[in-house]
T-cell receptor
Framework: GQQLNQSPQSMFIQEGEDVSMNCTSS?????WLWYKQDPGEGPVLLIA?????ELTSNGRLTAQFGITRKDSFLNISASIPSDVGIYFC?????????????FGKGTHLIIQP | DAGVIQSPRHEVTEMGQEVTLRCKPI?????LFWYRQTMMRGLELLIY????????DSGMPEDRFSAKMPNASFSTLKIQPSEPRDSAVYFC??????????FGSGTRLTVV
């Protein structure tokens, strides 16, 4: 099946720093999504990308759909304590149905005081 | 809107017991998904429904797992008999056609 590889697995940063993470796929995706999961909660959609090359922002978050359609990037500017959590990339699942999502293993963002 | 509601939030059960997890999707969403999250395997799609009909259950690990959606506002995921390796957080999510999943808060299952 499809695999989504996220890097880095973990990030330890200082408050105020910018953050970059990425996601690569073994196959082409037509949609990329980025989710954030807070402890004890389900993932929440941050940004959806539907077109190769697309660059979309949501406040301090910016995500890009790679030109090859096999990768995507998420940047967070001027990190704040509430940015702590796990960030997942996701794309449409290539199983029997067309509507499920495959998720990467996540990037754990930790902000050091 | 109350979002996707899952119950219970936590479940501790003994090996061999039957476990039933419940989900109420967002009204008007015609897709419902069950995911399992573990440290080792991350988020795995187990099964999903469209208009109450199971579409893809290829992610269901084995016959001990079953899911139903008797109406548009309710779904269950049942494990019978449960085993320690089933311990995980189980998420239900619902969506319309735009991949804009809304996840519930999950059920943390511990099988001892």
């Amino acid at each position: 099946g499809q695999q989504l590889n996220q890097s880095p697995q973990s990030m330890f940063i200082q408050e105020g720093e910018d953050v970059s993470m990425n996601c690569t796929s073994s196959s082409i995706f037509n949609t990329w999504l980025w989710y954030k999961q807070d402890p004890g909660e389900g993932p929440v959609l941050l940004i959806a990308l539907y077109k190769a090359g697309e660059l979309t922002s949501n406040g301090r978050l910016t995500a890009q759909f790679g030109i090859t359609r096999k990768d995507s990037f998420l940047n967070i500017s001027a990190s704040i304590p509430s940015d702590v959590g796990i960030y997942f990339c996701a794309g449409p699942y290539s199983g029997g149905g067309a509507d499920g999502l495959t998720f990467g293993k996540g990037t754990h963002l930790i902000i050091q005081p | 809107d109350a979002g996707v509601i899952q119950s219970p939030r936590h479940e501790v059960t003994e090996m061999g017991q039957e476990v039933t997890l419940r989900c109420k999707p967002i009204s008007g969403h015609d897709y419902l998904f069950w995911y399992r999250q573990t440290m080792m395997r991350g988020l795995e799609l187990l099964i999903y429904f469209n208009n109450n009909v199971p579409i893809d259950d290829s992610g269901m690990p084995e016959d001990r797992f079953s899911a139903k959606m008797p109406n548009a506002s309710f779904s269950t995921l049942k494990i019978q008999p449960s085993e320690p390796r089933d311990s995980a957080v189980y998420f239900c999510a619902s969506s319309d056609r735009n991949y804009g999943y809304t996840f519930g808060s999950g059920t943390r299952l511990t099988v001892v």
